[in-house]
């Protein structure tokens, strides 16, 4: 007898698992009936991403609450994982089924990757769970691949290392961010900064190389330069030079192009020398999560963080593989499905005019199938369960759409391009170069259309030797320019190549093994938390850095934790984890003295520390002694005042009359303002607050205070009124505000507890 217990790692993956199986729900998980792959049938369950988070630091030492440098570094001896609090209620449903008689074994159903391994085995490990483990590994959610995933299952140890590499990840990262973070904010409070400065493996390289751009633009002098045209007329011929000499265009003296422009004035020119090129330009590859993220930023100015979102979703409807592939190549049996799916595909009038296809088959092209470049996962693709574009939600449609190119695309030509330079000779003395583009053969460019204008239009035909004149030459003044910010697009690219930043050339190589700083499903939150923690601001696409990264920056100096040195030593190390080549054990002990290394160099480093020419004085984190003890308004239970307490706004009323009425700073990972608590406090609406996150997912809504209960009005609803069922979540303390979601869509688990005891 066998009946499994089948673990997914959110809801939607765990239905979609199911839903090729005859199946009944039940609340927090799902039965499956008897069937062909599960003759006694199975439980299937599920977490909510992450249902346990490593324990704080008083967990292991009460002192460790308090941030004081005396107490730094924070070593624990041994790691702890604990259930989050707003996640109890599902995870006691799983652990209720890993316990359940019935259950013989478990199928670990959790993404097929790094994190996936973390989050669903340290649950098991919560749970005390005992029973023989098999791993369902697949790349896509189709029927097909989800049947042929459970008829394959692996074996516990075959993916285990990965566990031990993520778990080791987590833990060294929060030993670094936990010590740095803690020694650099107190540091710089000394300064007077009274901020929160989050410091991280990845996180703080990338910022360096943000900052350092940043510094780029802000010292960069533009300086004039002049160059001279020409117009030439060979005949009935006309085409435009630039004036060189030793390959530079660019004069500083714009008395001297002046002269130039007017030697050459009606002088007679010839053709003194004609270089004609081909190139041949490929299809692009197919996409993995950093490439789509790069060009979906390039085409919509999507943020990573929304493309990964979208290309998920996509994934959980099934029509899309796996989303967090760091390759760009399919295996030949991927390949061998191509046909079908194209087939399908060119149903659709979207696609209809690209088809028949160029080639029928790419089954022997390496470009796209390689198995020696596919690991984990292979490149991302539509899946055989196609989908109409213009059934999909814009966003999920535009990044559906690039996918589905990306693949048609594969199987046309190359783009043909002929290049022509021009030598022209003035009067046997001032030297032009004319240059010109001409497609040949547009191939897989009218699949994939391109915005970026090729540079130089079409030359006439003219022949070496053939002679004209300079019909008229001017002089035209420029400025150099600053380098260019980065988009985020750019930043997800820079840090996929940050190697080349690294001065040592075998770091370098690891680097280029591991492909940068961060991994494929890490990228975009490392931008979203420079972004949370006021870092980085994006205007218009673009990337700044803002006094309080610059500040951080300057303080850590040359040190190993702002450069990519750090990370190329622990992704080489980790990957050796993962591979079942190192022991995670060694690689902690190192991270813990790297540890105190941290906390000693910046304590060492502050006295020198030097930050004029910053603007230091608005770096202050909210809630801070600043706003400490200033009225929000009238307490709506005993009318006393609500003060600013620091972690949260409560009833000054408290010692005297035991009034517990508080309310929090932080609502789903928002603060809330001085400001809004008092719009809330006075019964009026907060302004629009962006950014809320709940289950993985971000939303906006504003907020408003109505008969004792807080209220989420979200922007479709504004101006009008609900007319449906209110869903409420308490909170845990007793006279604090509970919430009323106004989206019945959004089922909202109950919040942390808003009340604080410590007065």
Not at 251 to 264: E, T
Request: aromatic share 10%; hydrophobic share 35%.
């Amino acid at each position: 007898m066998s009946f499994p217990l089948i673990i997914a790692e959110k809801p939607d993956q765990g239905r979609t698992l199911c839903s090729v199986f005859p199946h009944v729900k039940r609340e927090g998980y799902i039965e499956i009936r008897p069937n062909e792959i599960f003759p006694e049938g199975a439980f299937c369950t599920w977490a909510i991403g992450h249902l346990t988070q490593l324990v704080p630091p008083e967990h292991y030492n009460p002192a460790w609450k308090q941030w004081k440098l005396e107490t730094l570094p924070i070593l624990p001896k041994k790691f702890k994982y604990e259930v989050t609090k707003p996640k109890y209620k599902q995870f006691q449903i799983v652990k209720k089924l890993v316990k359940d008689a019935r259950v013989t074994n478990i199928i670990h159903a959790g993404d097929a990757g790094r994190e996936g391994e973390l989050i669903i085995r340290n649950i098991l490990h919560l749970c005390g769970a005992k029973k023989p483990l098999r791993r369902l590994w697949i790349s896509s959610l189709t029927p097909q691949s989800i049947r042929e995933g459970f008829r394959h299952l692996l074996h516990d140890e075959d993916t285990r290392p990965l566990y031990d590499e993520a778990y080791a990840r987590a833990c060294a990262d929060w030993l670094v961010g936990m010590n740095a973070s803690r020694v650099y904010s107190l540091l710089l409070r000394q300064k007077g900064m009274r901020d929160v400065f989050s410091v991280g493996r990845v996180q703080t390289p990338t910022l360096a190389l943000i900052v350092k751009r940043e510094l780029e633009i802000e010292h960069f002098k533009p300086e004039p330069f002049w160059e001279v045209t020409a117009m030439f007329q060979f005949d009935d011929k006309q085409y435009e030079g630039k004036w060189v000499k030793d390959g530079e265009s660019r004069l500083n003296d714009p008395a001297m192009a002046a002269r130039i422009a007017a030697f050459c004035r009606q002088k007679p020119a010839e053709v003194a020398a004609l270089k004609k090129e081909k190139k041949e330009f490929q299809p692009p590859l197919l996409f993995n999560l950093s490439s789509l993220q790069a060009t979906a930023n390039r085409a919509f100015q999507f943020p990573p963080k929304k493309t990964l979102d979208l290309v998920q979703s996509l994934y959980q409807k099934g029509i899309v593989s796996y989303p967090r592939s760091d390759s760009q190549y399919v295996t030949k049996g991927e390949a061998e499905t191509f046909p079908g799916i194209l087939e399908k595909l060119s149903a659709f009038p979207e696609y209809a005019p690209y088809f028949p296809l160029p080639k029928r088959s790419i089954l022997q092209n390496k470009r796209y199938v390689n198995e020696k470049k596919v690991s984990d996962h292979y490149a991302i693709i539509p899946t055989e369960q196609v989908a109409a574009p213009g059934s999909l939600p814009d966003g999920e449609k535009k990044i559906y759409d690039m996918i589905v190119r990306r693949l048609i695309a594969a199987h046309y030509g190359n783009a043909v391009f002929h290049y022509t330079t021009v030598k022209t000779v003035v009067d046997s003395r001032a030297v032009f170069l004319s240059k010109g583009t001409q497609m040949e053969a547009e191939g897989w460019r009218k699949v994939i259309f391109s915005k970026e204008k090729e540079k130089g239009g079409v030359l006439p035909d003219v022949k070496q030797g053939e002679k004209g004149i300079v019909k008229d030459a001017n002089v035209k003044e420029g400025k150099t320019q600053p380098p260019k910010r980065y988009t985020e697009g750019q930043l997800i690219t820079l840090m996929k190549t940050a190697g080349k930043y690294i001065e040592d050339g075998e770091l370098e190589k690891v680097m280029a093994e591991v492909e940068g700083l961060g991994t494929e499903a890490t990228r975009a939150g490392v931008i979203t938390i420079l972004k949370d923690r006021k870092y980085i601001e994006v205007k218009k696409n673009q990337v700044y850095a803002t006094d309080k990264a610059k500040v951080l920056i300057r303080a850590i100096g040359g040190k190993i934790l702002a450069s990519p040195e750090m990370t190329a030593k622990w992704e080489k190390r980790l990957r050796e984890i993962g591979k079942g080549a190192a022991e995670a054990a060694a690689f902690m002990e190192q991270t813990k003295k790297l540890s105190e290394k941290i906390v000693q160099d910046a304590v060492q480093a502050a006295a020198e520390w030097d930050f004029s020419g910053l603007k230091t004085d608005g770096i202050k984190r909210p809630g801070s002694k600043y706003t400490i003890g200033k009225k929000a308004g009238k307490c709506p239970t005993c009318g006393g005042d609500i003060v600013d307490k620091g972690n949260f706004y409560g009833c000054s009323a408290y010692r005297k009359s035991g009034c517990a009425f508080t309310l929090s700073k932080s609502i789903l990972g928002k603060k809330i303002s001085l400001a809004n608590a008092r719009k809330l406090l006075a019964g009026e609406e907060t302004s629009m607050i962006r950014g809320f996150r709940k289950n993985g997912k971000t939303f906006d809504a504003k907020l408003k205070w109505e008969d004792g209960k807080l209220r989420f009005i979200f922007a479709k609803q504004l101006g009008a009124s609900p007319s449906f069922d209110k869903v409420t979540s308490k909170l845990v303390t007793p006279n604090s505000a509970a919430v009323i979601v106004e989206n019945p869509a959004m089922i909202m688990a109950p919040l942390k507890t808003w009340g604080k005891k410590a007065r």
